[in-house]
């Protein structure tokens, strides 16, 4: 049956139709591919700021309260109590005593997405926490490094 409304030529979609189509789709997954790298970061921020604000200052007092003092810590000692050895950038971190109640942590961070705009965030970040172990935060750019001291009474 033959209907004399019907365009034959219309059984399709056009070129710029699809092309436009297409163009639209690109655009929703490169939102969604940048979302999913932000919310990434986030959380590495946020686990990053939970140990070293949190699980390192505990495991260090921990630690001085079996041992009578800080003098001998480092990463195993540490990561015996509790504190993972790996942090959202792998285990190249490291932990030192400078003094009787000072323990230094440097975290490199090189296989972060963008580590020096992390470093400096985080560095910020816990610069900014109040009421905490920390003492002083620094990032070195050239070695890509967060050091951490921590002042345990």
């Not at 505990?58 to 504190?83: E, F, H, P, Q």
């Not at 942590?105 to 926490?129: H, I, Q």
Request: charged share 15%; no cysteine.
């Amino acid at each position: 049956m033959n209907h004399p409304t019907r365009d034959l030529r219309q059984r399709g979609f056009t070129l710029p139709e699809i092309l436009a189509v297409i163009a639209l789709i690109g655009i929703l997954v490169s939102t969604v591919v940048t979302s999913f790298g932000t919310a990434e970061q986030e959380l590495a921020m946020a686990s990053s700021k939970d140990t070293l604000l949190n699980d390192i200052p505990s495991a260090l007092i921990s630690y001085r309260a079996i041992n009578g003092s800080l003098n001998g810590v480092v990463k195993k000692t540490i990561t015996d109590a509790g504190v993972p050895a790996n942090g959202p950038f792998g285990d190249a971190w490291t932990l030192g005593t400078p003094a009787a109640r000072t323990v230094s942590l440097a975290w490199v961070l090189t296989s972060a997405e963008d580590p020096d705009a992390f470093g400096a965030n985080l560095s910020t970040a816990l610069g900014n926490a109040s009421g905490s172990a920390i003492s002083a935060v620094s990032y070195d750019s050239s070695k890509e490094t967060l050091t951490v001291n921590y002042r345990i009474p």
